[in-house]
């Protein structure tokens, strides 16, 4: 079952959108969430990632301090939300999961490292 993104639209620089991703199966404490983004010609890369039962995140340099991830463990929703939006911000954004049998405190930012993709969500930041 796919992972289901929603939340992006056209905003102008300098707003905000907030991110959600639904895992309609069941997430597992062990598992990390996260976001990646990809705009066109350009590689994908990654945004952010929270571990489910740890709450511990990671970020990019490029939005720290203007995006924050956060989880929902009873809905098994998980979210960026993102302020302060920049034209450099607009891309495809990819919610995805990092399936895992064992605990760890660690974060990935490769997306290899991720095992389940979202279809994406299009944020367009105006300038």
């Known amino acids: 079952v796919q992972l289901q993104a929603s939340g992006g639209g056209l905003v102008q620089s300098g707003g905000s959108l907030r991110l959600s991703c639904a895992d309609p199966?069941?997430?597992?404490?062990?598992?990390?969430m996260g976001w990646f983004r990809q705009a066109p010609g350009q590689e994908r890369e990654f945004v952010a990632a929270i571990g489910w039962r740890s709450g511990s995140t990671s970020y990019a340099d490029a939005v720290k301090g203007r995006f924050a991830i956060s989880r929902d463990g009873v809905k098994d929703i998980w979210y960026l939300q993102m302020n302060g939006l920049k034209p450099e911000d607009s891309a495809v954004y990819y919610c995805?999961?990092?399936?895992?049998?064992?605990?760890?405190?660690?974060?990935?930012?490769?997306?290899?490292?991720?095992?389940?993709w979202g279809q994406g969500t299009l944020v367009t930041v105006s300038s």
């Open positions: 199966g069941r997430a597992f404490a062990n598992d990390v």
């Open positions: 995805v999961i990092d399936r895992r049998t064992s605990y760890s405190r660690r974060i990935y930012t490769l997306s290899e490292e991720y095992d389940e």
